[in-house]
């Protein structure tokens, strides 16, 4: 009877797959919500009243890097013309909440930073310019 125990412990443990850790299913939902997806909104600046025209910011894919750096593959409207451009950001947990981090990143138009949460289809968040900022939101549309 033990020796038969025994194969099926082995037997089993054989097949078993590993499970994902509860870090490693945040990103995998990180993933699915934004791989393919845009981020479609307004926002506003201190130095304008109300609310800009429709902005979108468009995701091809992303990869992360290690820790909490990614690196997001968008698309960026430059006049009539969209341009592939890679946006290194960190990403921070509060729970199951992921906040998306630029700090001083160097993108056309000067350095950037942003806080930009995200929670069920949708996104908030501040962000700041060579002498500007404001806050920005919407849905995230696939």
């Avoid at 995701?59 to 946006?87: C, F, N, Q, S």
């Avoid at 930073?113 to 069920?120: F, G, I, M, T």
Wanted: charged share 15%; aromatic share 8%; with cysteine.
């Amino acid at each position: 009877m033990n020796k038969l125990l025994g194969v099926l412990l082995i037997l089993t443990s054989c097949g078993a797959s590993r499970v994902a850790t509860p870090q490693q299913q945040l990103d995998a939902q990180l993933t699915a919500m934004l791989n393919g997806a845009a981020l479609v909104g307004h926002s506003t600046t201190w130095k304008k009243p109300g609310l800009s025209a429709e902005e979108r910011y468009s995701i091809d894919g992303m990869t992360k890097l290690a820790g909490h750096t990614w690196l997001l593959r968008t698309r960026m409207k430059l006049g009539e013309r969209e341009w592939p451009l890679p946006v290194p950001v960190t990403i921070e947990w509060a729970g199951d909440t992921p906040m998306i981090q630029l700090t001083g990143v160097a993108l056309p138009g000067g350095p950037y930073s942003a806080r930009v949460v995200l929670y069920q289809d949708q996104y908030a968040g501040t962000w700041l310019g060579p002498g500007r900022g404001g806050q920005l939101f919407g849905r995230i549309v696939r």
